[in-house]
C-alpha cells in the first residue's frame, strides 16, 4: 500500500477513535441521568422546559444530555426499545452533523430519533429524508409515539397529497419524506404566484438516511418542474422525422470503418471516414463547422441511443412507451426521462412517436437541493469508502461507529471465471447445494434481467425462489424481510428492499437458532459493482447484530466491467470451468474499482462545474423573487403579480438557452477554449440580461393593465400560472458519459478537414 495513503489511513482512524471517546463520555453522561423512576408527566414537563430553554436560544449542545435521555425513556416506555450504547454515539455523531457509518441492522432509524427530537424542539422543523415513500410513512408510524409522547408533532410526506395536506406535514416538528418529493415541492413553491399555495417553510435541520445513494449516486440528479401547456408551453416538436433520418443513418455506419469506443464503452465517436459518410448523406459540408452544430448535436444523440443505449437493460418499451431502468436499482424508473435530444433519438430508434416536452419552468440537483439546509447529517451502512467524496462536496466528516455485537460475517475472496457460461453453471451448483441445507440465500444480480434469467437456471435445478420485480416498495419490504427464513431463496437487485432488516428466521427465536447453526445468511453477488461501496451494502444484508453470515462474489471476466479493462485478453485462449485460482485477478479487479471510483469523482467534479454557476443564479434570482411572493417589497398587487409572472418566464427562457448551450459547449474544446470557463462566459452574458428584460416587460405589462388589481384583468392578460404542470426526473448518465465526446482522433480529424480540405477539395466550407 502507497505510503501516504497509509499514512493518511491512520490518521483518519486516530481521528475517529478520538471521537468515539466524546461520544462514549456523553453516553455514560446520558446514562446517569435515570429517567426511570420518573412518571409520565414529569418526563412530559421535562420535556416543555427544553422546548422552552431551546426557543428562548438556549445552544442545543447544552441540551442534549438531557433531550437524550428523555428519548432513551420516551422509547422504552412507548415502543419497548432500550436504545444501545453504540445508537447514542450515532445519535450524537448527527447532532454534530457529521456523516454516520452505521452497520446494517445496527438501529440507524432509533438513532434518528435523538437529534430530530433535539433539533425539533426549536419548533424550525426536520426533514429526515428517506429513500421511498414506504420508508417515510413506516418510519414516521413506528418513531411517533416516542415524538408525540414528548409533545412534538409529526408527519410523513407522501406523493400524491393535496396542497393542505402537505402544508400540513411539513409544519409538523418533525417531517419524514422522501428526497425526490421534497425537492419536487420546493420546485413547485419556485414558480407559485402566492404565498398561499407554497408547502415548505424555511429549511433548517436535514438527516439524510441512505446517505451514500441520495447525497453521492443520485446527487447529480436533476429534479425538474415543467409546464405542459399554458403561457410557457412548447411548440409542437416538428422534429420527429429528422429523428428518425438520423437513426436510420446511423444504422448504416460501420464499428471500426466509421466509427470507435473509447476505453471504457462509454462513449462513441465518429472516425474521419465516419464524418466523410455522414456529410455525403447530409450533403451538408464539414459536419464540424460551428453552422452543423445542430447536426452533429442529433448524429451524436442518434448514435449513442442506438450503440450504447440497450433495449432491456438501459431501457424497455411498453405500451408505445420508453421506460427507463434505473441503474442502481434494476428497476423501472418511474417518471425519468433522458435529456430531450437523446429522448428524441431513442424514440426514433424504436420507430415510436416523440413527445412533445413542456418548456422547463425550474430544475435543481439532489446535490443541490440538500445544501438548501443550513445544517446536514446523514447515515448509511457504507460510507467510508466514498469518505472523500462526501468531505469534498458536503463538508461532512464520516464518522465509524462499531457494531452493538461484533461482525461474524466471512467474506469470501471473489470466484473468478473465464467466460458467463461458467459462471452461471457455477452460481447455480452452488446455490443448489446451499439450499438443499435450509440455509437462506440472498443473491444480488446487476438487473432485472439477470434476476430473471438466474430464476430460470434455478427453477430447471429445481430450486424454488422468490424474485423481486415488486411493482411496489411495500411488497419488495415484505419479500425482503423474509429473505433470512429457512430455505428462502431470494433474487434480486442490490438496491432492493434497501431500509429493510433481513432477520434469522423472519424475528421467529426458534427458526433463527436453527438458521444460525447452518450459518446464517448467504449473501452471493452476480457481478462486481463500479464501486466498493455499492458490493459493501450487498454483503452487509448478512451478519446484522452480530449473526454469523458469510457473503460472496462470481465474477466472469465477461461482465461488463472486465471488458472494459480488457482482463479476458490475459486468458485469451483459455476458456474453462472451473474457476481460476490466480490471486493476481483479484487484485486487478480492486485495481479497476479504484479507478472507477476515481473516474466517478472526477466526473462528479466535472459535471459540478456546470451546474454550480446556473444553481448560484437561479437563488440569487429566487431570494428577488421571494422577497416580492411575502410581501417584502413595497408593491402593488398588480406589480407583484406582473414582476414574478416575468421573472419565471425569463428565468425558464435561461435554462432553455443554458440546456442548449450545455448540449453543444463540448465543441468549444476543438477551438482550444476550455468548454466550462466558455459555458460561464455565455451563461453569465445571458443572465445580466435577465434584469433589464423583466424590467422592461413589467413596465410595459403594467401600462396595458393600467395599474389595475382586478385578478380577472391579470388572467385576461395571461398572468397566471401554467394550466397544468409536471414533475420528472433527468436521466444525468448519458451527460456523465458525453464528457469524453472529443477525444485527441477526433479534434486531429477537426484540424486535418478544417486545413487541408480547401487544398484537396475535401467537402464544402
Known amino acids: 500500500m502507497n505510503l501516504a495513503v ?8 486516530r481521528d475517529n477513535q478520538h471521537k468515539l471517546k466524546g461520544y462514549r463520555d456523553k453516553v455514560e453522561l446520558i446514562r446517569k441521568r435515570n429517567l426511570e423512576a420518573w412518571d409520565d408527566q414529569r418526563l412530559q414537563a ?15 449542545d447544552e441540551l442534549l444530555v438531557d433531550a437524550y435521555a428523555l428519548v432513551c425513556e420516551a422509547a422504552k416506555r412507548k415502543l419497548g426499545l432500550q436504545p444501545y450504547d453504540v445508537q447514542i454515539m450515532a445519535a450524537i455523531g448527527l447532532h454534530e452533523r457529521s456523516l454516520i457509518e452505521q452497520h446494517t441492522g445496527e438501529g440507524k432509524t432509533l438513532s434518528a430519533v435523538m437529534p430530530a427530537y433535539l433539533n425539533g424542539l426549536t419548533g424550525e422543523g426536520v426533514h429526515v429524508l428517506t429513500f421511498n415513500d414506504y420508508l417515510a410513512n413506516r418510519d414516521a408510524e413506528w418513531m411517533g409515539p416516542i415524538y408525540r409522547f414528548l409533545g412534538l408533532t409529526v408527519n410523513s410526506v407522501q406523493a400524491g397529497m393535496s396542497l393542505l395536506e402537505k402544508r400540513e406535514a411539513y409544519a409538523a416538528d418533525i417531517t419524514y419524506v422522501t428526497v425526490k418529493e421534497a425537492g419536487f415541492d420546493y420546485l413547485r413553491d419556485t414558480i407559485a404566484l402566492d404565498e398561499a399555495d407554497t408547502v415548505h417553510r424555511p429549511f433548517h435541520f436535514v438527516i439524510v438516511d441512505e446517505a451514500d445513494s441520495l447525497l453521492l449516486d443520485e446527487a447529480r440528479v436533476p429534479l425538474v418542474i415543467a409546464g405542459e401547456s399554458g403561457p410557457f408551453g412548447n411548440d409542437e416538436d416538428n422534429n420527429g422525422n429528422n429523428g428518425i433520418r438520423f437513426a436510420e443513418m446511423v444504422r448504416q455506419l460501420q464499428q471500426v470503418e466509421h466509427y470507435d469506443f473509447d476505453e471504457f464503452q462509454r462513449n462513441v465517436y465518429l472516425n474521419e471516414a465516419g464524418a466523410a459518410k455522414v ?6 459540408g464539414n459536419l464540424y463547422e460551428s453552422h452543423n452544430g445542430h447536426l452533429l448535436m442529433s448524429l451524436n444523440c442518434a448514435l449513442h441511443a442506438e450503440l450504447l443505449l440497450k433495449k432491456d437493460v438501459d ?7 420508453i421506460e427507463l431502468i434505473d441503474e442502481y436499482t434494476g428497476r423501472v424508473a418511474e417518471n425519468r426521462h433522458l435529456p430531450d435530444g437523446l429522448q428524441a433519438a431513442l424514440a426514433a430508434k424504436e420507430g415510436l412517436q416523440s413527445l412533445a416536452g413542456g418548456k422547463i419552468l425550474g430544475t435543481i440537483t439532489l446535490q443541490h437541493f440538500i445544501s438548501l439546509y443550513p445544517k446536514i447529517c446523514g447515515m448509511t451502512a457504507t460510507a467510508q469508502a466514498s469518505a472523500m467524496d462526501f468531505e469534498h462536496i458536503y463538508v461532512l466528516q464520516v464518522v465509524q461507529i462499531p457494531p452493538n455485537r461484533p461482525n461474524i460475517r466471512i467474506d469470501h475472496p471473489h470466484r473468478i471465471y473465464t467466460h458467463k457460461e461458467a459462471k452461471l453453471k457455477a452460481l447455480v451448483e452452488e446455490i443448489s447445494s446451499v439450499h438443499a441445507t435450509g440455509r437462506p440465500i440472498l443473491i444480488g444480480t446487476s438487473s432485472v434481467g439477470e434476476s430473471n434469467m438466474l430464476a430460470e437456471a ?7 425462489c422468490h424474485v423481486l420485480n415488486a411493482k411496489n416498495d411495500a411488497e419488495e419490504a415484505d419479500i425482503i424481510a423474509k429473505a433470512g427464513e429457512i430455505g428462502a431463496v431470494t433474487v434480486s437487485t442490490n438496491m432492493a428492499g434497501r431500509g429493510v432488516d433481513i432477520r434469522l428466521g423472519s424475528g421467529n427465536p426458534m427458526q433463527a437458532e436453527v438458521v444460525a447453526k447452518l450459518g446464517g445468511l448467504y449473501v452471493i453477488g452476480t ?5 466498493v461501496r455499492i458490493d459493501d451494502q450487498l454483503r452487509g444484508r448478512s451478519g446484522r447484530q452480530g449473526d454469523p453470515g458469510s457473503s460472496v462474489f462470481f465474477v466472469s471476466l465477461e461482465d461488463e466491467l472486465m471488458l472494459r479493462f480488457g482482463i479476458h485478453k490475459a486468458i485469451r485462449n483459455l476458456r474453462q470451468d472451473e474457476a481460476l485460482e490466480d490471486s493476481v485477478f483479484r487484485g486487478k479487479i480492486e485495481q479497476i474499482q479504484r479507478i472507477m471510483m476515481g473516474q466517478n469523482f472526477d466526473i462528479r467534479q466535472e459535471l459540478n462545474g456546470y451546474s454550480d454557476m446556473v444553481e448560484d443564479q437561479r437563488r440569487i434570482l429566487y431570494e428577488e423573487r421571494l422577497g416580492i411572493l411575502k410581501g417584502e417589497k413595497l408593491l402593488s398587487p398588480a406589480e407583484q403579480r406582473v414582476r414574478l409572472y416575468y421573472i419565471d418566464q425569463f428565468w425558464a427562457d435561461h435554462l432553455a438557452y443554458v440546456s442548449y448551450l450545455r448540449e453543444g459547449i463540448h465543441l468549444e474544446s476543438l477551438a482550444s477554449r476550455n468548454p466550462i470557463d466558455e459555458f460561464h462566459v455565455q451563461i453569465t452574458q445571458a443572465y445580466e440580461q435577465i434584469s433589464a428584460k423583466i424590467n422592461r416587460e413589467s413596465a410595459n405589462m403594467l401600462l396595458r393593465l393600467e395599474g389595475s388589481n382586478d385578478p380577472a384583468m391579470w388572467e385576461k392578460f395571461g398572468l397566471k400560472s401554467p394550466t397544468s404542470t409536471r414533475t420528472y426526473i433527468i436521466n444525468d448518465q448519458y451527460i456523465q458519459n458525453k464528457r469524453s465526446s472529443w477525444t485527441v482522433l477526433t479534434v486531429l480529424a477537426y484540424y486535418l478537414r478544417k486545413f487541408l480540405s480547401p487544398v484537396f477539395g475535401w467537402g464544402k466550407f
Open 6 to 13: 497509509k499514512l493518511m489511513r491512520e490518521f483518519k482512524d
Open 46 to 60: 421535562e420535556s416543555l422546559r427544553l422546548r422552552e430553554e431551546a426557543k428562548a436560544g438556549t445552544p442545543l
Open 279 to 284: 456529410e455525403s448523406l447530409l450533403g451538408c
Open 315 to 321: 431501457y424497455i418499451v411498453r405500451d408505445g412507451n
Open 458 to 464: 434455478l427453477a430447471v435445478a429445481e430450486v424454488p
Open 527 to 531: 457481478h462486481v459493482n463500479e464501486s
